[in-house]
Structure formats: C-alpha cells, structure tokens
C-alpha cells in the first residue's frame, strides 16, 4: 500500500479495513465506537497518507475508489497480521471479541449448517459476525489475498501455502421429485443414465464423475443443461422429471422441499469435504475459535441418514 507520509499508525490501518468493508462512515464508526465526526476526521487522515480519496459519494451511499479497492486485500491482510502479533498466550476473550469472519462456502453448506454456526456464535461471541460467500465461477485466490477468512467444502484450492484439514468423506446420492418414475423397481446403472439429469456447478460444467463412471460401462447419460448451485437445482427437480445430484452433507435440503434421495449404482469417488485457511491465522486465537465451531459443525453433520433406495 502506497503512503505519502511518515508515522501511519495501525489505527488507521484498522479504520481502513472497517470502511473499506462497511462503505460508510456511521456504520465504520458504530463498529469502531467512535462518533460519526471522530471517523470523518480519521477518514480525512487516511485520504491525506494514501494521497486518495477512499470513498466517494455515489448518490446517497459511498463507494470505494479504484485505489481503494486495489489495496483492500492488502489492507485486511496487514491487518489480521498484526492482530495476531500482539494477542498473548493464545487467549481471546470471546464475550468481548468484535470481528467480522468471512467465510467462502457454497449455498448448499450454509443453508443446511448456517444457522447452527450464528447460534452458536451469537451464544459464544455476540461481537462477531460472520459474512459468507458463495464459491465464484472462477478460481481466485480468496484465502491468499484476505478476501477470505475461512473456506469450508470440497476444497480443491491450488495455493501451495494454504492449511487444509480434511473432516470427513461426503458421498453423491441421486434426488428427484416423490413419484419419479426412476423409485419405482430396481435400479440399473442402464435406467438411471436413460433418464434425463440436471447439474449443479458453480462453473457451468455439463459433465462429471458420473459420466466418467457411466462410460466405463459404456454408457452414458443425457444432461439437459446446469444450474449454478445444488439449492437452485432441488426447484427444478421438484417442478420436473430430471434427476438431480447432491452431496449427503447436503441432503437435509430435498428432504426439506420432500424430495426424494437415492444410491446411486454406481461406484463413484467420494469426495474430500473440510476447511482451508491461510497460516497468517495460524496463530490467531479468535480465528482458531472459529476453526473449532466448524471442524464440530462439519463433524456432526458427517453422520447423515442413509438415502432410500
């Protein structure tokens, strides 16, 4: 980050970070307990050191600069860093921890498990308060950059650096509407690719492990198209005929829209469901705490009801 005068202190690192978040004076100020003309002076020194204006008005809300958003990952990395440099002992106080998390998980984890983790956090540490993300389409180094804190799922990151713990093996299991035809009689490898499916990828894949399995029998299926999540592809299956996929982690979701699951017959890979996070948190007590609600959350949730079929 670029700084056009000596003697920045790490305030205003700090102050940074939270307008940077937040895009307004009165909530960074809220945050930081601080009066609304307190931050505006702090904001004035902050654009005087980075020789930017930071935020700017864009009709009755305020939006970062181009700079500003250049520097925020950097920002919030320096930020975390230095928090951890100087919490002794590794002890945290969580009745008085004021933190904002951000987590990167897809949709389906946090509908099943989200609202057992903002129990359990407003229980422990009512100052914290937990922002997800959804997975983007693209690879980006979230965990590296700051732009996250924790990322929870199939973790399938390519950053040599980054803390991985595998928590559990989660299996794929078939979901259609109650009624589909495919629940009634035995089911082959030979009925299930004749059916027609839908998948569910963050990328807009429209092939996988299945057909990978189903070609080794030398058969193969027919995909209508993709949707972008496993929540937004349990309303096309209930409204139709297509066979679905989903994660047994995930399954409490087409039970809660009574949709039926299934054993797939095929013998397809497990997949690796678990948590990353960059080692710049390794020593953070606050960031080890939410490790453990998660490694919990995801250990409980391992022990799924077997589908039908």
Do not use: Y
Request: hydrophobic share 45%.
């Amino acid at each position: 980050m670029r700084v056009t005068q000596s003697g920045m202190d790490l305030n205003l690192l700090v102050a940074l970070d939270v307008l940077l978040e937040e895009s307004s004076v009165s909530r960074a100020a809220a945050r930081l307990h601080l009066s609304e003309p307190a931050m505006s002076r702090t904001l004035g020194r902050i654009r005087k050191a980075l020789g930017d204006p930071v935020l700017v008005r864009a009709g009755r809300t305020m939006v970062p600069t181009p700079h500003a958003l250049a520097v925020q990952c950097e920002v919030r990395a320096v930020v975390e860093r230095a928090r951890a440099l100087f919490l002794t002992g590794g002890q945290v106080d969580l009745s008085t921890l004021t933190r904002t998390f951000t987590v990167l998980a897809n949709e389906a984890f946090t509908a099943v498990s989200g609202a057992t983790l903002f129990t359990r956090i407003a229980r422990e540490a009512p100052g914290v308060r937990l922002r997800f993300l959804s997975e983007s389409h693209v690879d980006v180094p979230a965990l590296r950059e700051g732009m996250a804190d924790l990322e929870l799922g199939v973790v399938d990151t390519r950053s040599p650096e980054v803390r991985v713990e595998h928590l559990s093996e989660e299996l794929m299991v078939g979901v259609v509407r109650p009624g589909h035809p495919l629940l009634r009689g035995r089911l082959t490898a030979r009925r299930f690719a004749d059916a027609e499916h839908l998948i569910a990828s963050r990328r807009g894949r429209l092939e996988g492990p299945v057909d990978t399995a189903l070609a080794e029998r030398g058969l193969t299926r027919r995909v209508v198209g993709s949707v972008g999540t496993f929540p937004a592809s349990l309303f096309v299956l209930r409204e139709s005929d297509l066979v679905g996929l989903l994660t047994t982690q995930a399954a409490p979701l087409a039970a809660a829209l009574g949709l039926e699951t299934f054993r797939i017959p095929l013998d397809l890979p497990t997949l690796p469901f678990g948590m990353a996070w960059h080692p710049r948190h390794d020593a953070d007590p606050a960031h080890a705490w939410l490790r453990g609600c998660a490694r919990e959350l995801l250990a409980a949730s391992a022990r799924p009801a077997q589908p039908a079929g």
